[in-house]
């Protein structure tokens, strides 16, 4: 079997952790890194006997995790509840409660934390077996983490990282996937500006830390009902050139702890097909010098605190 020929597909379960059925329609993403590792705890039988020999392993409670990163991509077309970026799913069970704004020819969808009322995805990789055939490895119950990236000139990422209940592999139907003909938008004609200040930065990362834990339940199957956020800290780096202290004041904003809009975007050639994240206050925890082409920047470490709350930052498809 080859590593290339892997399909992914996720759901929102209509009841966490009972598995939902995957269809074509829930393929469509485009993705690279993917991983699957499952992780089931043995239990050793360390008892008294007559002899060093041990008894069997007993195999307990079962997870597995699926990891990949994917390419952030609009649809092409004007948003709906019906037309929603392929990512939907994936982000609303990494926490980001997702808002449709309707407005004739100006149709958008937008994605902000959510702590309550989080949705678990049944998901899964089809590698490809040939002959119209494929092993099916699968979660329920599964949330995650989403950490988002992007260079100048390239296409903005989101490396994800999901925990769901384990079920053992299976021999099933290769799901016929269908993707979206559009390029992703990249970094480029992108304002970018810190506290009103127009940076010169060549890229940002965004890290939501999410904590996972899971729910155990004696009546599942794998041990696990599902796994659940539990905590989040979203926090990133971004790497502007040095200017003079009276233009922009990097090192006086990190010691005063001073709070500072952040805006990213929106970027991407057409409507439809535009991203951008804006964050109402950035805190620096860290600055330090690098070289970027003889160029002093700095490497600033910032976290998204809170305004009201749930709304450290917003990632918008316009």
Excluded: H
């Excluded at 490809?128 to 599964?142: C, M, P, T, W």
């Amino acid at each position: 079997m080859q590593t290339k020929r892997r399909i992914i597909a996720a759901k929102i379960e209509a009841v966490e952790g009972t598995p939902e059925i995957l269809t074509a329609a829930e393929t469509g993403i485009l993705v690279t890194n993917p991983s699957y590792t499952p992780d089931i705890k043995m239990l050793p039988r360390d008892v008294l006997l007559a002899s060093f020999s041990k008894l069997p392993d007993l195999v307990g409670v079962r997870l597995a995790r699926i990891a990949f990163k994917a390419e952030v991509i609009g649809r092409g077309v004007a948003y709906a509840p019906a037309t929603l970026p392929r990512l939907s799913p994936y982000l609303r069970a990494c926490g980001l409660q997702e808002t449709v704004d309707v407005t004739v020819s100006a149709e958008k969808v937008s994605y902000q934390r959510s702590s309550q009322n989080i949705p678990s995805l049944t998901m899964a990789f089809l590698d490809d077996a040939g002959a119209g055939g494929a092993v099916i490895k699968q979660l329920s119950g599964a949330r995650g983490n989403v950490k988002f990236s992007a260079g100048v000139g390239g296409q903005l990422y989101a490396e994800f990282s999901f925990i769901g209940a384990y079920a053992d592999p299976v021999d099933g139907a290769q799901l016929v996937a269908s993707y979206d003909d559009i390029r992703p938008p990249q970094l480029l004609n992108a304002p970018g500006t810190i506290g009103g200040f127009q940076s010169t930065f060549s890229s940002f990362d965004l890290d939501m830390g999410n904590k996972l834990a899971g729910i155990p339940d004696c009546s599942a199957v794998s041990g696990y009902r599902g796994f659940e956020i539990t905590d989040g800290d979203s926090r990133g780096r971004i790497d502007p050139e040095m200017v003079k202290v009276a233009d922009k004041d990097f090192y006086g904003d990190w010691t005063g702890g001073t709070e500072a809009a952040l805006v990213v975007g929106p970027f991407g050639p057409t409507q439809y097909n535009q991203l951008g994240f804006t964050a109402p206050k950035l805190v620096m925890t860290n600055v330090q010098e690098g070289d970027r082409e003889s160029k002093m920047i700095l490497n600033i470490d910032f976290q998204l605190a809170m305004n009201a709350g749930d709304d450290e930052f917003v990632l918008e498809f316009s």
